[in-house]
């Protein structure tokens, strides 16, 4: 009996402290999108040409603005997402930011009359960000008299590609319920479900670390490829034993490796660093920058995409 | 002893002698060389809300490099190509268009379809929209890019050579208008030969000279024309308005002086006091040729101004359309 005891206040104490510095570690964000299937469905999509290729992007801006339905979708997913304790970021918030932001940069000027220095990199950033993607889609069916509703919910982590939660499903056929009322029904009955995958997928990045994705690449400019040799060793041998020694259990992927770029995916960095700070993919390939420049005398710029993935061109700043 | 004297007031008056220069540079001799900066509407891909950002650096790459942009001047002239290299289009919101283009700037002579000087410059472009990512890209076009310089060089020594080598065609060209009576048209060509083509100016000033007393000469027959037939209907005021465009370098201007006596005398003679019209008159003191070289141009650039898109509506295909 006495061990029970002790077994249990052990527990106690782990779930505790497990949830403690999962609370101040970087939380991904998270934010809920139309799917580009529906957009298309619906008629919300830009068409460019592209060099004689016609592509197709999905218009938020106009969906949002036209279509009732979505924003009650997007409005009950939110609700509640919250009150499950996943606060989610608003994409027509997000979008009105963006341009008030964009209007604000144009504007901005020193007393000297110099203007915000803003490189194309800097300008391609300026779009709505989200560590997870909740793309959400729906269609109406009807048979006969009776209307229901089929929806599908996906979780995508917008750094790995990967399908971290899902739900979908089609709703009871109904004769008289309303099109929100449908769709009201089919998020309540796929939310919970939806939300013990995304948790099982936090879960699994604090056990296993976050999974992000670095992409090293050289500048036209630098003097030499990842074959040169340091120390008897290539470059991507250096690289790839840095990663070893900094990502949990050794846990990473070398997806692509030519002489002049690597890719490696599926890398497991810690949610914390040795001084119990918050990690990132940027703070975390700071590391491999600084040994890289200490160690072999290698500049390089390094550059992030939220918090799952970054770049680092070795060659210069 | 005497050296030493000499040599004594020498040295005194050095410094006067150098204070008496002007410390100002002068001014570059190809400097005077006009270009014109233009975006025809041939150039495609260019979106319109692009195109007076593109005239700017173009003018303003011409002005930094020493060559004076002149709308006036419109044949020699420094235009784009614009390529798109490379184009993308993020699947964000909003989906931004980003763009590599290579911007390629021509010096030519718009009249003989030539490629005087020719550069390019690669920039990248990011903007919400296609529009946005032209403008964000052109903004960030160097003009004080090293290249420049030798480009704009390349393009005045030609346009320099190139009055050297056609004046006897420019001249020629220049009769040939004055005989079907463009005198307008043949003043243009002849004044817009650059003073620094010294040779070829002089020749072309002369003949500016001689072709304005042809045109004088020609719109004194019009205004005299004019005059009496105002004068005839008893208009007194518009026969005055056609005779004071008369000017004393003009072959008419004696009839003119007599018709303008002849109306007086009438005008006294019917009691009426009030005609105070009197025929422009030339102070002795006037460098009479300088006044018609300075009224040649007028007229040439007056042409040149009103009648500019009718006058240059250059064919653009030969650069544009390979």
Redesign the interface.
Known sequence: MKNKLIYLFISALLLVSVSGAFSQAKKPTIMVVPSDVWCNTNGYMLEFDNQGTKVKVPDYKKALQENADLLLAISKVNELMATRGFPLKNLESALKTLQDQAAEDAMLTSKGGAEVNESPIDKLKKVAKADIWMQITWTVNQTGPKKSVTFNLQGLDSYTDKQIAGASGTGKPSFSAELPVLLEEAVLAHIDNFNVQLQAHFDDMFANGREVILRVKTWSSFDGDFTTEYDGKELTEVIEGWITENTVQGRFSTTDATENMLLFEQVRIPLMDANNKAVDTRGWARNLQKMLRDKYQLDSKLMMKGLGQAQLVIGEK | MKRISILFLALIALPFVSLSQNSQGKTDDMGRVALTAFVPEQAEGIPASARQLLQGKMQQIAVQNGIGGSGSNPRFFIVPMVN?LT????????????LTLEVVFYIVDASNQTIFSQTSITV?????S?DKAYI??LKNLNVKAGQFKGFVETGKTKIMEFYNSQCDVVMKGAQALAGQKKYEEALFGLLSVPDVCRECFDKCMDLSIEIYKQYANYKCTEYMAGAKASWAAMNSDKAAEFLGKITPDMECYPQAVQLTEEITQKMLADGANVWTFKMKQYDDSVDKEKLMIQAGKDVAVSWAYWGASANFNWDWNWLYKK
Do not use: D, L, R
């Open positions: 798109v184009k993308e289009i993020t699947p964000t919101a909003p989906p931004m268009h980003a990248k472009a990011v903007g919400a296609e964000a890209g």
